[in-house]
């Protein structure tokens, strides 16, 4: 077995504004770091489009409703201040959930040992009821319910390292007993949220921010006393990565100081955990990162260290 890796060339045609961090160039810059010869093996699957009511397991109908009835039908529509639609966006953001919920299928049944699903938009910044920070629906949180709902998946992980809290995410699971949502960020940052006092009704928020310019042995430090330590108390059968790659040091939308091995670094501390406690299995979902090169390089060293490297 290998690890799976799941796109789909519909996360180029959520189109935004020239000079908009998160284009479409994002994924163009993952597909070609993952063009080099030593990631030949990873087994690629298109990611399937999924009915749009997969999105009401993290969002109520209503909300999914009115984001489905907000794509225009030329130009781009503005969402909030800095989160929009084109005419591709719905159809990238199906596929973007059809392909995280069709990775959960795969590792929950024993096809994979892990996935990573590299779609556009991101959206861990996506609540309950709002769009924001880029995001329209919350695919990871999506994965979680899926796993949940379809595999019974008793406890699940969502760990999150995008260099901006995942709010969204929080939301959702705040009153979840049986979601562990752990976050590395760095704060005070976009979008203000991620405090330590922030825990859920069930004490199963983590938030562990950073200031800036932290750097990588920082970050280490940081992530395994705050993280590992309450995943292992947690014992997930499933670990769910929100793979934001923005706190690269290249990165323009914040200041932490991150380079690549601290990203397979993590990885790997997470797949021993997941060896140990969910049977290997790992599904990371694409979230941030906004330099392109710094991007790339990450992706690599987080599909290498997947791959068992």
Known sequence: MTTLYVSHPAALDHAVPVGHPERPARIKAVEQALEAERFSTLLRHLAPRAELSVAELAHPASYVEAIAAAVPQEGLVQIDSDTLMSP???????????????????????????????????????????????????????????????????????????????????????????????STHQMPLYPGTGSRSERGNHDTIVNVPLKAFDDGAVFREAFEAGIVSRLEAFAPDLIVISAGFDAHHRDPLANLQLDESDFGWATRKLMELADRHAGGRIVSVLEGGYDLEGLSRSVAAHVDALMGR
């Not at 019974?152 to 979601?179: E, K, M, P, Y």
């Open 88 to 182: 591709g966006s719905l159809e990238a953001t199906l596929r973007a959930l059809g392909g995280a919920t069709y990775a959960v299928d795969a590792v929950m049944r024993g096809e994979n040992p892990n996935a990573f699903v590299a779609m556009r938009p991101p959206g861990h910044h996506a609540e309950k009821d709002r769009a924001m920070g880029f995001c329209l629906f919350n695919h990871a949180a999506v994965a979680v319910r899926h796993a949940r709902k379809a595999h019974g998946a008793t406890r699940v992980a969502l760990v999150d390292w995008d260099v901006h809290h995942g709010n969204g995410s929080q939301d959702i699971f705040w009153d979840d007993a049986n979601v562990l949502y752990a």
